[in-house]
């Protein structure tokens, strides 16, 4: 045990977040940093970071025996990641298909089953340790058709149809940074992931109403903008002031900060604009205001999607102090 806690120590790196994973931060701590020092979220349970794909064998382990964590939300497309990395031994990915409103509601005795075989099983001291990852294509088809398509004049269609039908995938991406998204800016790009993504921010936050789930670690790339807004979404779910909420966007202008260069190159190569690689305060402000003022408050926007009060309830149950 003793000769654990030293791999553990060895591995952490505080000026990275933990064990080299960039921009990480458990929502009960930033939860409780407000000045009457109130908490709203138990620490432990859900965590938000950049990408886990950076990390050694050695790594994964260390960061798995010090947060428990039993699920990973992988929000990022296809295009961005790879495969057969340390930490996708550990969480082989599962199916979405049973995270379902009607699925999750309904008693568990009824709807007990054989877990999925790509489920990672760990006997522990504790008993059976289940691990798992779900992936969710956040700026998904009907963003990609309704937002970035249905923003391109007849001319840009053309051309972009013509890159993909060539294969030229990445330079499809670099135009569509460079005239739709970059002019679009990070605010409206969070209004129009709101609209448009809605079945995607469904089934992101699915897997928080499950508490076999728990303790849950949620990341894309940078762990900026789509986990932003899930993690803006779970902390409203949980009470916490807008206030707060919009103070842990923040942290991300710090939890980049060691790659802050490497990531600007990155967004230039991208086609994206200088403000993609930041995280002003007005960001989550814009967006969470966006919500009032379009669905009268975040829990009617939630509504509107199909994560309503039972929902909700079942995770205040599980994380709220």
Do not use: W
């Not at 490497?262 to 086609?271: F, I, N, P, T, W």
């Amino acid at each position: 045990m003793a000769a654990s806690r030293t791999m553990a120590d060895a591995y952490r790196n505080k000026e990275e977040g933990s064990f080299g994973v960039l921009n990480f931060r458990d929502l009960g701590v930033s939860s409780a940093e407000n000045p009457d020092n109130k908490k709203y979220i138990k620490e432990g349970l859900v965590f938000r970071s950049a990408t886990l794909d950076n990390m050694s064998e050695e790594q994964v382990d260390a960061f798995l025996e010090v947060h428990k964590i039993k699920t990973i939300l992988d929000l990022r497309t296809g295009m961005e990641g790879r495969e057969g990395l340390p930490i996708d031994k550990s969480f082989p990915t599962s199916a979405l298909e049973g995270l379902t409103p009607s699925v999750i509601m309904t008693d568990e005795k009824e709807t007990k089953a054989e877990p999925h075989t790509s489920e990672k099983y760990e006997t522990t001291g504790h008993g059976t340790l289940i691990r798992k990852k779900y992936k969710v294509d956040f700026a998904g088809k009907n963003f990609q058709r309704y937002c970035v398509f249905g923003s391109c004049s007849l001319r840009l269609k053309i051309y972009l149809i013509y890159l993909m039908a060539c294969c030229q995938r990445r330079k499809a991406a670099y135009v569509v940074g460079q005239q739709v998204l970059s002019p679009m800016g990070v605010n409206k790009m969070y209004r129009e992931f709101a609209t448009y993504c809605q079945g995607e921010i469904l089934a992101a936050m699915m897997v928080f109403a499950n508490p076999e789930n728990y303790p849950i670690e949620v990341h894309c790339t940078q762990g900026k903008d789509r986990t932003g807004i899930v993690s803006a979404l779970i902390m409203t779910i949980a009470g916490v002031p807008q206030d707060i909420i919009v103070n842990d966007y923040t942290k991300t202008q710090k939890g980049l900060a060691p790659v802050y260069d490497a990531m600007l190159e990155e967004v230039r190569k991208s086609g994206l604009s200088e403000d993609f690689a930041q995280a002003p305060a007005s960001n989550m402000r814009d967006f969470l205001n966006f919500l009032a003022d379009k669905y009268g408050s975040v829990e009617g926007y939630l509504d509107v999607i199909g994560f309503g009060p039972d929902l909700r309830d079942r995770v205040r149950k599980i994380i709220c102090v």
